[in-house]
């Protein structure tokens, strides 16, 4: 399973790091993305590392989000900058399952946090 | 980019079948054996169901199933239960992006 935490309140304009840590299987071991869900709508993409650490991430949120991961911790990081209303929802860390480089299915969620940009 | 279209609502008897339809195009669900289902209740993360099209997790019941054809895949939940009173995304590989897409979800309503 995955557990997220980091979620909160904050402010447009400003920042939040979310956390997702894993257990019974290693994070660096496998391609691990966020996903998430605006309040009363559908799912969307945000990013995904790679085992070998590369990382790609959506158009709406290149430039602002990272994706880091902590090893001796079993940990994966969403560093999220330059917060926009259009950000704030439940943010999902998932384990994704890969065949060649394609992403065939997202087999472990985690709870989700949320994310609250608002003044 | 754009959403895969899925039905907004799919409602049904207990017992009954109901099938929700998820149309792509020739760059992902037609093009590709890589269409996944979810199953999400209300405040909770989404449940994988279905990958590779028509492949069933261990645990999952054997009364979902999914199918494709051409450009639009397909999950059927049969002997319909109250418990599968949910949102169901569907997703696909798509060429011209390294993330993949989601529909736009079904609300499937118990009558």
Aim: some cysteine; charged content about 15%; glycine content about 10%.
């Amino acid at each position: 399973q995955v557990v997220e935490t980091g979620g909160g309140l904050v402010q447009p304009g400003g920042s939040l790091r979310l956390s997702c840590v894993a257990f019974e299987f290693t994070v660096s071991d496998n391609y691990m993305s966020w996903v998430r869900q605006a309040p009363g709508k559908g799912l969307e993409w945000v990013s995904i590392i790679y085992s070998g650490g590369t990382t790609y991430s959506a158009d709406s949120v290149k430039g602002r989000f990272t994706l880091s991961r902590d090893i001796s911790k079993n940990t994966l990081y969403l560093q999220m900058k330059s917060l926009r209303a259009e950000d704030t929802a439940v943010y999902y860390c998932v384990r994704s399952a890969m065949v060649q480089g394609i992403i065939i299915a997202l087999d472990i969620w985690g709870p989700g946090t949320l994310v609250t940009v608002s003044s | 980019q754009s959403a895969l279209t899925q039905p907004a609502s799919v409602s049904g008897s207990p017992g009954q079948s109901i099938t929700i339809s998820c149309t792509g195009t020739s760059s992902d669900v037609g093009g590709y054996n890589y269409v996944s289902w979810y199953q999400q209740h209300p405040g909770k993360a989404p449940k994988l169901l279905i990958y590779d099209v028509s492949s069933r997790p261990s645990g999952v019941s054997n009364r979902f199933s999914g199918s494709k054809s051409a450009n639009t895949a397909s999950l059927t939940i049969s002997g319909l239960q109250a418990e599968d009173e949910a949102d169901y995304y569907c997703s696909s590989y798509r060429s011209s992006s390294t993330l993949g897409v989601f529909g736009t979800g079904t609300k499937v309503t118990i009558l």
